[in-house]
């Protein structure tokens, strides 16, 4: 049986600026990966491209949240 998403993303998550929404869904995509590998048992090593990835994200999305 597949696992749900920890984090279910749905249009009332929605902003009034799609760029931002499109961030903030890839933000959702990679914590719920975060998430299945961490229930995979996969070790901090393998771990460490997701969690650079949801830093980068988040501080893109931060950055670009500056400018609006």
Do not use: C
Not at 52 to 60: C, M, P, S
């Amino acid at each position: 049986m597949r696992e749900p998403p920890y984090i279910v993303w749905n249009k009332k998550q929605s902003i009034s600026m799609p760029i931002s929404n499109e961030q903030h869904h890839a933000i959702v995509a990679a914590f719920n990966s975060l998430y299945l590998f961490i229930r995979q048992r996969w070790d901090l090593y393998a771990l460490a491209p997701i969690h650079k990835l949801i830093e980068t994200n988040v501080g893109f999305n931060l950055k670009a949240d500056e400018d609006f």
